[in-house]
């Protein structure tokens, strides 16, 4: 899909130009008020003031030179918004009847009994929408956009406002969806932890306007974007899930440029996995450290520098294959003279799984 | 039955009618224009929601005065009408459901204005993503989550219509069995000092209206304080 949209409100111009591929995940990373929600509603067709293109695998949404707009009700998109708007006259069987009524026969690939029962809706299906929790109203909300036989799904900060049990329940739904579905999906997300977790792309977005596309992976490795600064920074690995030692409830994960051990992960070897590093969590040694409690030791070359405030130093590793980020003190950077083509062992304290 | 009850209940009767009418008017033409005074961005829309709150603040004589003039033979409308159906609209069962329309125009608008206000509009664009058209999500979305409004619209707009005195006689004339509504009736009554019938018929009026705001006040608080 392809997004190029203007929009221009009181004290604030939305200039987005961005492509997305047709089927996985991709996020629109920003912080709040950078225009997110905004480009969202403009590409479901709910801001009319915007203008631009908007393309959709084949189907042209909006077209300024040819003065194409299709109505938002004509665009099929399943939007799931941050507030939920599930219909508060109707229970929750019948929010899900009102999308399934309308998709198109020849468009309808879900059954609405195995999606409620995939988002755990079974015994919510007779209640008033009054009565749920947000984290149920947020699973209702996908339910309804997936049953209206989308042709793009967007999601609007889908994590936000939830308490932790809420999050990974709905996090681990929204992952399950990347397999599910064949179409693009546009997350828009101020949580770099989330974009980590769920994105295959992302899309940098600040004061309205694109700081960056790319693969998440890459986007996050990326020293000039502020994504890769902070106690937020970190970089995300494809590895494949290799063998389990049940003697010490650990499983060995591989990746093109060497092992992690994590602790037990249920999937069965040669699953896929990505996990996330963050850059606070690994510190650098020039030999081979011995006799440490770090099971994780990744050989790396440094391959770029960056000032990360006035103490801290953010350093681009090259891992045979995938990029770490290390996050170091100024002080221990010039001690270890670091500097691009250095060989280095990269201390990993933390690997979260995703 | 004596003549004077079976003339009672004929003004009943006739002010039943009215009011019937006069309401199931009001709802179809209300709320497209309460509809429109919710969502517009115009600038017209000031002047028009206060037009609509007129009949609030005039005198029913007034109003009834001007219908009188604007709907009379002479008038372009009145002629039209004297055209079309072959009799004047002032002094006619028409010509009171005129009157009775314009009078009680707030008491049903302003309801359905502030239900279609209050539902705001994320939920009208859940159902746009949902491929729901504009005249399907009208519907099926903003009128039931305005339920309790068309509820409090059609009441007061058919109560109103049964208490009003002024602009029915003004327009009407209070013709017995044509154009003389119950609380004319009651006002008749007590001019030729016949109280006891003047009771009865106040009385009936009285525990009508109760029973109906009574209704009303149940239905609403069924519907529950969180649905709107």
């Known amino acids: ?354 | 039955m004596t003549p004077t009850a079976a003339a009672d209940l004929a003004a009943v009767t006739l002010t039943l009618r009215l009011a019937a009418t006069a309401t199931a008017i009001l709802l179809i033409g209300g709320t497209p224009l309460a509809w429109w005074l919710a969502r517009t961005r115009s600038p017209a829309r000031t002047p028009v929601e206060a037009l609509v709150a007129m009949p609030l603040v005039l005198p029913p004589t007034v109003l009834g005065y001007y219908l009188l003039v604007g709907l009379g033979p002479h008038s372009p409308l009145g002629a039209a009408w004297l055209r079309l159906t072959g009799s004047t609209l002032p002094f006619t069962f028409a010509g009171l459901v005129a009157g009775s329309v314009l009078y009680s125009l707030p008491f049903v608008v302003q309801p359905l204005q502030a239900a279609f206000e209050a539902q705001g509009r994320a939920a009208l664009e859940a159902a746009a993503t949902l491929r729901a058209g504009p005249i399907d999500r009208f519907f099926t979305v903003a009128v039931p989550l305005a339920r309790r409004g068309f509820i409090t619209a059609a009441t007061l707009g058919f109560a109103h219509t049964v208490g009003e005195f002024g602009v029915v006689l003004m327009i009407g004339g209070g013709i017995p069995g044509r154009t003389l509504v119950a609380s004319i009736a009651v006002y008749n009554h007590v001019q030729d000092l016949q109280y006891a019938r003047a009771d009865l018929l106040s009385a009936g009026l009285l525990a009508f209206s109760f029973l109906v705001l009574l209704m009303v006040y149940t239905i609403n608080r069924r519907l529950g304080p969180r649905t709107p």
């Not at chain 1, 912080?31 to 084949?58: F, M, N, W």
């Not at chain 1, 009847?97 to 059954?111: I, Q, S, V």
């Open chain 1, 1 to 354: 899909m392809e997004v190029d949209l203007h929009l221009a409100r009181r004290g604030f111009v939305l200039e987005a130009r961005f492509e997305a591929p047709a089927r996985g995940v991709t996020a629109l990373f920003g912080p709040s008020g950078a225009g997110k929600t905004t480009l969202l509603r403009a590409i479901a067709g709910l801001e009319p003031a915007a203008t631009g293109r908007v393309r959709v695998r084949d189907a042209v949404w909006q077209d300024g030179a040819r003065r194409t707009f299709v109505p938002a009700h004509r665009r099929g998109v399943g939007y799931v918004f941050q507030d939920a708007a599930l219909f508060a006259h109707l229970t929750v069987r019948g929010n899900l009847a009102y999308a399934w009524r309308r998709a198109p026969a020849g468009e309808r690939r879900l059954d609405p009994e195995a999606v409620a029962r995939r988002l755990e809706l079974g015994p919510l299906l007779d209640r008033r929408t009054a009565d749920l929790s947000g984290g149920e109203r947020r699973r209702v909300a996908i339910a309804r956009a997936l049953l209206g036989a989308p042709r793009l799904l967007l999601l609007d900060e889908p994590l936000s406002a939830l308490d932790l049990a809420g999050r990974l329940r709905v996090l681990a739904h929204l992952q399950g969806l990347r397999e599910m579905l064949d179409i693009p999906v546009l997350l828009v997300s101020h949580s770099l932890d989330v974009v980590a977790r769920t994105a295959d792309r992302m899309v940098l977005i600040e004061d309205g306007a694109v700081r960056g596309e790319g693969e998440t992976a890459a986007m996050l490795a990326r020293l000039d974007l502020p994504t890769a600064h902070g106690d937020q920074a970190g970089a995300v690995i494809h590895a494949v899930v290799e063998a389990h030692d049940p003697r010490y409830a650990l499983t060995t994960l591989r990746f093109p440029g060497g092992r992690f051990l994590v602790a037990h992960h249920p999937a069965p070897p040669g699953t896929p996995v990505r996990v996330r590093v963050l850059a606070r969590d690994v510190s650098l040694t020039l030999d081979p450290p011995q006799r440490t409690s770090i099971l994780n030791i990744v050989a790396a070359r440094v391959a770029e520098l960056s000032e990360d405030g006035p103490a801290q130093v953010m350093v681009r590793l090259d891992a045979g294959g995938p990029a770490l980020l290390a996050r170091v003190t100024r002080r221990s950077a010039e001690a270890l003279g670091l500097q691009p083509g250095l060989a280095v062992y990269a201390q990993v304290k933390s690997v979260a799984l995703s």
